[in-house]
């Protein structure tokens, strides 16, 4: 079965201090992974996304991810966060299923930053 | 571009009422995605349409109907609206075939949807 865990539901930095946002999934094929930014009552849009090129992926805004089979592990990264990076941030997989392809969201991880 | 939109913002309904939420595109993007988000569960599929004149069912489609009316409309439709279905509702797009689920989605600006 294909699923996908974001570890924190909320996570609390200071501006200027590093993000780390940790999401662990789980897929019986190749999976794309992506990470999904959403402001306060905007729809979502796209930070970065690994398709099997680079392990490490750069976004948009500073962010960057890494993938990492061995433990199934896509986290999102930023070395200084910024007052505008408070929002809630999804990370979702896609793989084939069956016949078909699936897509996972996960549940969210909720950023404040301090100033 | 516009890019997404959907039509309306906000909406209430009374249990057992019937609606509509329309969207559109205009990227000519060949797949398209309707979502519900609840608090604390992401974003949960309900239908998709991986191209024009087919729609396929998500994780979440009981009492839905969905349409592929063109290229750049997909509408989404509540015959008979219960408490249950109180969310926020987003309309997704992706230029991606074959692999219609594979590809960065394009989201619209969402539609608040009570069902008192």
């Known amino acids: 079965a294909q699923s996908v865990t974001q570890l924190d539901s909320h996570v609390s930095v200071s501006e200027g201090t590093p993000v780390l946002l940790r999401c662990n999934y789980s897929?019986?094929?190749?999976?794309?992974l992506f990470w999904y930014v959403q402001h306060p009552n905007k729809g979502l849009q796209l930070l970065l996304k690994y398709t099997s090129a680079a392990t490490l992926v750069k976004g948009i805004n500073g962010f960057e991810a890494e993938f990492k089979k061995s433990e199934t592990s896509f986290h999102l990264t930023k070395p200084s966060a910024h007052m505008s990076d408070a929002a809630e941030y999804f990370c979702v997989v896609s793989a084939p299923f069956s016949n078909d392809y699936k897509l996972s969201f996960g549940a969210g991880t909720t950023v404040t930053v301090r100033a | 571009n516009a890019g997404v939109t959907q039509t309306p913002k906000f909406q209430v309904l009374k249990t057992g009422q019937s609606m509509t939420l329309q969207c559109a595109q205009d990227m000519n993007h060949n797949s398209m995605y309707w979502y519900r988000q609840d608090p604390g569960m992401g974003l949960r599929l309900i239908y998709y349409s991986a191209s024009e004149g087919t729609t396929d069912k998500g994780e979440v489609p009981n009492g839905y109907n969905v349409s592929r009316l063109n290229k750049r409309e997909f509408s989404l439709r509540l015959e008979s609206a219960a408490p249950s279905q109180t969310s926020v509702y987003f309309c997704a797009s992706s230029e991606s075939l074959p692999r219609p689920l594979m590809d960065e989605q394009y989201f619209g600006p969402g539609t608040r949807l009570t069902v008192t």
């Open positions: 897929s019986s094929y190749s999976p794309s």
